[in-house]
């Protein structure tokens, strides 16, 4: 029985691990401030920059997005489109290697 308990407490827990991964982070500037309209033309020169903070939270403001995610290799994702949402993909070493918006 107690094998049973703990299999499901495992299961539980690498569920919300796996959840918290597709979750957005909060904008990086008042809502008033960005309209959400994403769009990734103008933040293109940073492909092959490391994805810092300071980066990330600076490309979301550039892309003029209210939502964001970056995502690693092996990341879950959920497939939602959110026109809203800056995807920020990563390679192994942290290098941003792609930018969409959805």
Do not use: W
């Not at 597709?22 to 920059?49: F, H, K, M, N, Y």
């Not at 979301?60 to 995502?71: I, P």
Request: aromatic residues 2%.
């Amino acid at each position: 029985m107690a094998s049973r308990h703990h299999l499901a407490s495992l299961s539980l827990l690498v569920l919300l691990v796996l959840l918290a991964g597709c979750s957005s982070q909060p904008p990086a500037q008042s809502a008033a401030e960005i309209t959400g309209d994403c769009s990734v033309e103008q933040v293109q020169v940073v492909l092959g920059q490391i994805a810092s903070a300071e980066q990330i939270e600076q490309t979301q403001q550039q892309a003029n997005a209210k939502f964001l995610r970056v995502l690693a290799p092996g990341d879950a994702a959920t497939m939602d489109y959110n026109p809203q949402r800056l995807n920020i993909h990563i390679d192994e070493s942290e290098t941003i290697t792609r930018l969409t918006c959805g």
